[in-house]
């Protein structure tokens, strides 16, 4: 049985279950789920189940083979809940942290994730932030309040280096996109390997080790990494003050990868001359926290990748998945989440 | 005699005049020039030049062979004032309409401009306002303020088409960074024959009178076009009730391409949902005029193309112009002005 954990719009629970109709039953329960709040919302993660929708709940988790998604808050460990549960295809990317905490590390699970899906509507926020400071847009609103026609002289992004942490799906569609606008891009990697920039479609690689070299030469620094035990605290003040002077910080990976007291340093002293953050380490962003106030920083809620289009390609990457799976071709299912890289 | 008449910076200006300094002599008088506002200024039109610099000014007038720069204001015809002279290397790409004013259609003067020079900065603005649409980023400007954390579905930029009036070197620029956002990308061309689209680097070319097609198409309108008596005017009520509703329109090319009595109204009532525009019928935009008021209106004061390195790359392709000049290669001097098409 095949149990939809997530909102979801009723064409895409009809896609999912028409596909494999004569082999499968699918179950879709959104009387036992938060209301989505926006399309593409995959749960309030604040909602509960009262305990007769609980107690259904895990009636249909017992029976469950396939997820589509994690489901949220339960009280004992998911394979006891779910002893027949095999596979959970997740609406995110970054599920690593949240297997781990699972404690799923070591099961037979198999996890896919939509790592890709996100790429192209991330990678246009990375854009939209970096030209609207690069273009001044912020200050052009202004001055359009007071009907002020000042001509000025501005930077153009050609010729300026990118430089990406997790050339992955994300941040490899990042690097494409920079190169269309003429910049350099570099690009952090464990494999450094000859060959290796041409193949990431970037102009050059660095090490962990050279961190600090490729800080150093970026305009522009955008983190597109997963939390892993080796992005966690990343970047941190030393990084900060490694990086070239005025740079432009972009954050679409996760918010534990930075310090965020050092960031904040950075940014009032100028040295960062403007962040875009999608994402935190508290999230939702406390309402006490500084970055509100901050001219120089652009929040986005977490909301970089979602698009109205999302659900209808998490429903086709799942059927796709799903083929695979009942046809037993289970290294065909992608993109498979390596329980202990965490990506 | 060289003559520059368009600010410049000492070291552009050491560049010029020592790359054939056995051969030509190079004037540049900033004392008869108004200062420059802002890097790369190419002249404030409001200034002038009192009795005494006149004089001067019009002595060296007398003796130039070349130009950097039409020089503005003039009293008489400047071949009268300049009968010596045989080429203008102008700083701006849209100098047709000027050459037409000054009467020196059928004049044997030979006129480069900077088209191209401006292409990467444009482009940068035209995906700047875009993005700034299609992320939304004035609302999470506002809701930073307020410090709402409310997470959304928005829209990306894939799989929309973009249409481009005008497809020369910066509407080229445009649509090759529109395909990698992997838009569709469409352009009105005068050529449309078999293969047209490959050369210009778009998926799809529209005729003049297919314009309305293309058009409906459109969830992004860009005018990257010169004004020439083709497109003067092109885009009034009919085509603006043609756009696919909700379209971005954004103007990068010359503001008396358009009607914007119709742009005003389609964008009141919400057809056009964004405009983002650089350049207008009148500049600088009179204090009374209606466009500073509109919320869904982003204003440029024509400014979209000018970046700091500007001067720099106008002084390069003047020097290499040069060499071809003295050479007697004017068939390799580019990019020429068609006096005729006037672009």
Redesign the interface.
């Known amino acids: 049985m095949v149990m939809l954990t997530s909102p979801l719009e009723p064409e895409h629970v009809e896609r999912i279950a028409g596909a494999f109709s004569d082999r499968i039953e699918v179950i879709f329960r959104p009387d036992l789920m938060p209301a989505p ?5 995959h749960g309030d993660p604040s909602w509960r189940r009262n305990p007769a929708q609980e107690r259904e709940w895990h009636r249909l988790l017992g029976q469950a083979e396939v997820l589509l998604d994690f489901p949220q808050h339960e009280p004992r460990p998911l394979l006891e809940l779910a002893p027949r549960l095999r596979w959970v295809q997740t609406t995110s990317a970054g599920v690593g942290p949240l297997v781990q905490r699972l404690g799923l590390q070591d099961s037979y699970l198999i996890v896919t994730t939509s790592s890709g899906i996100h790429a ?2 991330l ?3 990375v ?3 970096l ?2 400071h ?2 001044e ?2 200050r ?2 202004e ?2 309040r007071t ?13 300026q280096t990118m430089a990406i942490i997790g050339p992955g799906r994300i941040g490899r569609e990042v690097a ?2 920079a ?4 910049m350099r891009v570099a690009a952090l990697a464990r494999d450094c390997s000859p060959g290796r920039a041409e193949s990431l479609g970037v102009d050059q690689v660095y090490s962990r080790d050279e961190l600090h070299l490729m800080l150093a030469e970026a305009d522009c620094l955008v983190v597109c990494a997963p939390l892993t035990p080796e992005t966690e605290d990343l970047l941190g003040s030393d990084e900060f003050a490694a990086l070239k002077p005025g740079a432009v910080f972009v954050n679409i990976g996760r918010g534990a990868i930075v310090d965020e007291d050092a960031l904040l340093r950075s940014l009032r002293e100028g040295r960062i001359a403007f962040a875009a953050l999608d994402v935190f380490r508290e ?3 406390p ?1 006490d926290s500084p970055f ?1 106030d901050m001219p120089n ?8 990748s ?5 659900n209808a390609k998490i429903a086709e990457l799942f059927v796709r998945n799903l083929g695979h799976y009942l046809a037993g071709e289970v290294d065909q299912m992608s993109p498979l989440l390596d329980k202990h890289r965490l990506y």
Chains 1, 2 share one sequence.
Do not use: C
């Open positions: 709040r926006y399309v593409a919302d192209q509507p990678a246009d926020f854009f939209a932030a030209l609207f690069t273009k847009i912020g052009l609103v001055e359009q009907r002020q026609w000042n001509r000025f002289a501005g930077v153009e992004l050609a010729g494409r996109i190169r269309a606008f003429r999230e939702p962003l309402a509100w920083v652009l929040i986005n809620p977490h909301s970089a979602t698009v109205a289009t999302e």
